[in-house]
């Protein structure tokens, strides 16, 4: 049995994207339809996806290994892209189940296939160490999370790559630094900041924003170009290398986030900013990757700014936002 290499695999059948209805994965889903190739986003939730993506509605936290492995030898897929998963603010239960259990039964499935896809696997750089101040992480960076979020993504992680070093997937692993742009979820700060001020500039008063912190640097990267990353990485004839950083390498002081969207905003804020409790930041105070095992391997780089990001987030909320406090005169 030998893995099938993507473009072999492409005349096979369609990209199934895991996850394909979340934030991350409703862009995924359009950058792979956007090169033409068929797609399939298996979900729980029905969300927006591009008219020539399918959907396969189920969670795949509640698929077996033997359910997965059904659907896979079904569709005959050249890439599978593993995007599912809840955030980082679920229970440590839920967490381990939506990221463990269900990259586990997908590596249980990929086994099990008589012709193996291309794997894409989402981690996060919070997998790392808390990197020393002004050091970029790069892919031989130790590994030692300090939250439950990252030590979960890592034993996910480490599944696939054990997986890989055995001869029974294909299969890559991007670690993503801090993701941002058009549909953020309120659960991130870039996400709550632009709530907070579309409902202000809805309600015609001074937006209200009170933190902890805020301080340190990031690396923040644009949903957009994660989603190319991925492409980039499924489709790369023999990437060698199988786990990549996927960042814009350029560390963001935290606190640009919420100055950052206010001004681009133009809606009046009234900013409290408490001092940042004891003990350690996650992640550290100081974050941001080394891309260049990606630009090298992949061709792939981050090209849209840190501020273009973010007015394109803003510009995203402001208009959902007014839209649904708009009066529905059609059931009067």
């Given at each position: 049995m030998r893995p099938a290499g993507p473009d072999e695999g492409l005349a096979r059948g369609p990209v199934v994207v895991l996850g394909g209805t979340g934030w991350i994965g409703r862009w995924?889903?359009?950058?792979?339809?956007?090169?033409?190739?068929?797609?399939?986003?298996?979900?729980?939730?029905?969300?927006?996806?591009?008219?020539?993506?399918?959907?396969?509605?189920?969670?795949?936290?509640?698929?077996?290994?033997?359910?997965?492995?059904?659907?896979?030898a079904a569709e005959r897929p050249a890439?599978?892209?593993?995007?599912?998963?809840?955030?980082?603010?679920?229970?440590?239960?839920?967490?381990?189940?939506?990221?463990?259990?269900?990259?586990?039964?997908?590596?249980?499935?990929?086994?099990?296939l008589p012709e193996r896809?291309?794997?894409?696997?989402?981690?996060?750089?919070?997998?790392?160490?808390?990197?020393?101040?002004?050091?970029?992480?790069t892919e031989d960076a130790p590994t030692a999370p300090d939250t439950d979020y990252g030590r979960i993504k890592l034993a996910s992680t480490r599944m696939v790559t054990d997986a890989v070093r055995a001869g029974r997937a294909d299969a890559v692993v991007l670690r993503l630094a801090n993701v941002c742009g058009i549909g953020a979820p309120v659960q991130s700060l870039p996400g709550r900041v632009a709530a907070e001020l579309a409902e202000a500039a809805v309600l015609g008063r001074p937006a209200r924003l009170e933190f902890t912190g805020l301080t340190g640097h990031r690396d923040y990267v644009d949903v957009r170009d994660v989603a190319r990353a991925i492409v980039a990485a499924a489709t790369a004839p023999d990437p060698g290398r199988r786990l990549f950083n996927i960042g814009g390498g350029v560390p963001v002081p935290v606190r640009e986030v919420v100055d950052g969207l206010i001004a681009v905003s133009g809606v009046p804020a009234d900013l409290t900013v408490h001092p940042a409790q004891a003990g350690p930041a996650a992640g550290g105070l100081w974050s941001a990757v080394d891309p260049g095992a990606a630009a090298e391997t992949l061709g792939w780089r981050a090209?849209?700014?840190?501020?273009?990001?973010?007015?394109?987030?803003?510009?995203?909320?402001?208009?959902?936002?007014?839209?649904?406090?708009e009066p529905d005169w059609s059931a009067a």
């Open positions: 995924v889903c359009a950058a792979f339809a956007a090169t033409g190739r068929p797609v399939l986003a298996v979900a729980r939730e029905l969300r927006p996806l591009p008219d020539d993506v399918r959907l396969y509605r189920l969670d795949a936290a509640g698929l077996d290994t033997a359910g997965l492995t059904s659907l896979l890439i599978v892209v593993n995007a599912a998963g809840g955030y980082w603010t679920g229970s440590l239960a839920h967490m381990e189940h939506s990221f463990i259990e269900v990259t586990r039964r997908l590596m249980g499935a990929i086994d099990r896809p291309r794997v894409v696997h989402l981690g996060t750089v919070l997998e790392y160490a808390p990197p020393a101040y002004g050091v970029p992480l090209e849209i700014t840190f501020a273009e990001s973010l007015a394109a987030h803003w510009a995203d909320v402001s208009t959902a936002t007014r839209a649904a406090a």
